[in-house]
Nanobody, 126 residues
Framework: QVQLVESGGGLVQAGGSLRLSCAASVVTYTYYHMAWFRQAPGKEREFVAAIRWSVGRTGYGDFVKGRFTISRDNAKSTVYLQMNSLKPEDTAVYYC???????????????????WGQGTQVTVSS
């Protein structure tokens, strides 16, 4: 069982930056991957970014367009999401997710992640 604890959400003005953190209770390198998803009111959960823990491969949702960066700290078993140039449409609850999947490809489906954090609110004002 993997427990995930997110932090770093908040209120920021458009054009500003935030860094989200997600600390995992357990990290097993083989086939382990972590991701960020988001969900705005009335919308489906949307893939933001993911990272393959062992090789460091990353992938992003199409809307990110170079504004966000996902990274990991092995020693702290923590994944980060650095968000720059934030827009009001980035307002959502951001969820950290983790799972195990054979291979090294990035997967953007929520179904491929077995463990989820409680979510952290990000609000971007115009």
């Amino acid at each position: 069982q993997v427990q995930l604890v997110e932090s770093g959400g908040g209120l920021v003005q458009a054009g500003g930056s935030l860094r989200l953190s997600c600390a995992a209770s357990v990290v097993t390198y083989t086939y382990y991957h972590m991701a960020w998803f988001r969900q705005a009111p009335g919308k489906e959960r949307e893939f933001v970014a993911a990272i393959r823990w062992s090789v460091g491969r990353t992938g992003y949702g199409d809307f990110v367009k170079g504004r966000f960066t996902i990274s990991r700290d092995n020693a702290k078993s923590t994944v980060y999401l650095q968000m720059n140039s934030l827009k009001p449409e980035d307002t959502a609850v951001y969820y950290c997710a983790a799972g195990y999947q054979v291979g090294s490809e990035i997967t953007s489906s929520p179904n491929d992640y077995a463990y989820w954090g409680q979510g952290t609110q990000v609000t971007v004002s115009s």
